[in-house]
């Protein structure tokens, strides 16, 4: 990502990469390795994104955004805002209620955090994105402090829904795809 946006002139169109990643923890670049109570065999791992500590895994949907911000012209709070509402309006699709909480970047559903986010912004672009913890074992969470937040709780989609990953990404790229034709 970081190589793919520092190749952009501006003209480029924006990209949406999906993934799913090994088990890893990682840390923002002001996290501190503190919020990792136990060292296990889970790679630790330092990016340039924004935010504290979270872990990630298979069945952790990530949504990285490549996009122009001077193009769409967005800030970075607008941009956290569009990104968290995509989710919201994702899980909205399977009759999840989610909501944002003041001051704590990422989604949640009943207090306990179902996406987080994480960006890294860059001469007027943006890389990395959300994780939408979809169906993946959650107890590494419980070695952490979870975002730079003492007794956050995490959960998934399929704590609340039975939904595969793969209908997931069907309807996150429909909404990507309706969205972008009512913005052109």
Same mark, same amino acid.
């Given at each position: 990502?970081?190589a793919?946006?520092q190749? *952009? *002139?501006?003209?480029e !169109?924006?990209?949406?990469?999906?993934?799913e @990643?090994?088990p890893?923890?990682t840390?923002?670049?002001?996290a501190?390795e503190?919020?990792?109570?136990?060292?296990n065999?889970i790679?630790i791992?330092r990016s340039?994104?924004?935010?504290q500590?979270?872990? @990630?895994s298979?069945?952790?949907?990530?949504i990285?955004?490549l996009?122009?911000?001077?193009?769409?012209?967005w800030?970075? *709070?607008k941009?956290? #805002?569009?990104l968290?509402?995509?989710?919201?309006?994702?899980?909205s699709?399977?009759? !999840?209620?989610?909501?944002r $909480?003041? +001051?704590a970047p +990422?989604?949640?559903?009943?207090n306990? *955090? !179902?996406?987080s986010?994480?960006?890294? =912004?860059t001469? +007027?672009h943006c890389?990395?994105?959300?994780?939408?913890?979809v169906?993946?074992?959650?107890k590494?969470?419980?070695?952490i $402090?979870? #975002?730079? $937040?003492e007794?956050l709780e995490?959960?998934q989609v399929?704590?609340i829904?039975?939904?595969s990953m793969n209908q997931?990404k069907v309807?996150l =790229?429909?909404?990507?795809k309706?969205?972008?034709s009512?913005a052109a």
């Amino acid at each position: 990502m970081t190589a793919t946006t520092q190749q *952009k *002139k501006g003209d480029e !169109i924006d990209e949406v990469w999906l993934a799913e @990643h090994n088990p890893v923890y990682t840390l923002g670049h002001a996290a501190k390795e503190e919020n990792i109570f136990l060292k296990n065999d889970i790679p630790i791992i330092r990016s340039d994104r924004g935010g504290q500590v979270t872990y @990630h895994s298979h069945g952790q949907l990530m949504i990285y955004f490549l996009l122009n911000l001077r193009r769409l012209r967005w800030g970075p *709070k607008k941009l956290i #805002c569009e990104l968290e509402q995509l989710i919201i309006d994702l899980l909205s699709h399977y009759g !999840i209620s989610s909501k944002r $909480i003041s +001051g704590a970047p +990422g989604i949640y559903v009943e207090n306990k *955090k !179902i996406a987080s986010v994480g960006l890294k =912004i860059t001469k +007027g672009h943006c890389y990395h994105g959300i994780s939408l913890n979809v169906d993946m074992d959650t107890k590494p969470f419980e070695n952490i $402090i979870t #975002c730079g $937040i003492e007794s956050l709780e995490v959960t998934q989609v399929s704590d609340i829904a039975d939904i595969s990953m793969n209908q997931i990404k069907v309807d996150l =790229i429909k909404i990507l795809k309706l969205r972008n034709s009512e913005a052109a």
